[in-house]
């Protein structure tokens, strides 16, 4: 079971560091960074000593693809669960972090199109509807 709640226990731990960020502390960034690079790549967890190495990082920008590539396959089949919503939320921090907030963001953006894609675009119909009044003002 330890294993099954991995991509929880990786992204509640990096949230605690990053949370321990005081003045924009750079090893508390590094050390989330690592933290989400071990998962990403599937390597064993080690504890943080420097900043991840480049080939790390391009590890695990590759192993969350793949793994994205996975948890939507389960969500178009409607397996949602905790951990795949973590394994997300990872993914898109540990992007934010490495390579920008833009990119998170995309991975979020990909998510919820898998998962509420006929269901966001009525709310967006919906909001245009009622924001007519409000142009015309």
């Known amino acids: 079971e330890l294993q ?5 226990l990786y992204f509640w731990y990096a949230e605690v560091e990053l ?3 005081s003045a924009n502390d750079r090893e508390s960034s590094s ?3 690592h933290i989400l ?3 990403g790549s599937g390597t064993k967890y080690n504890p943080f000593k420097s900043q991840a190495s480049s080939l790390l990082l391009l590890r695990a920008h590759q192993g969350f693809k793949e793994k994205l590539r996975t948890v939507w396959s ?3 089949r409607g397996i949602i669960n905790d951990q795949s919503v973590a394994l997300i939320c990872s993914a ?4 934010e972090l ?3 907030w833009d990119v998170g963001i995309e991975v979020l953006n990909q998510a919820f199109s898998m998962v509420l894609p006929g269901y966001v675009s009525s709310v967006i119909d919906l909001l245009l509807e009622n924001m007519g009044p409000l142009r015309q003002v």
Request: hydrophobic content about 40%; aromatic content about 8%; charged content about 10%.
């Open 4 to 8: 099954s709640n991995a991509p929880l």
């Open 19 to 21: 949370a321990n960020n």
């Open 31 to 33: 050390r989330g960074i």
């Open 37 to 39: 690079s071990c998962l």
């Open 74 to 76: 389960s969500w178009v």
């Open 92 to 95: 898109a921090l540990f992007e």
């Open 98 to 100: 490495t390579t920008g």
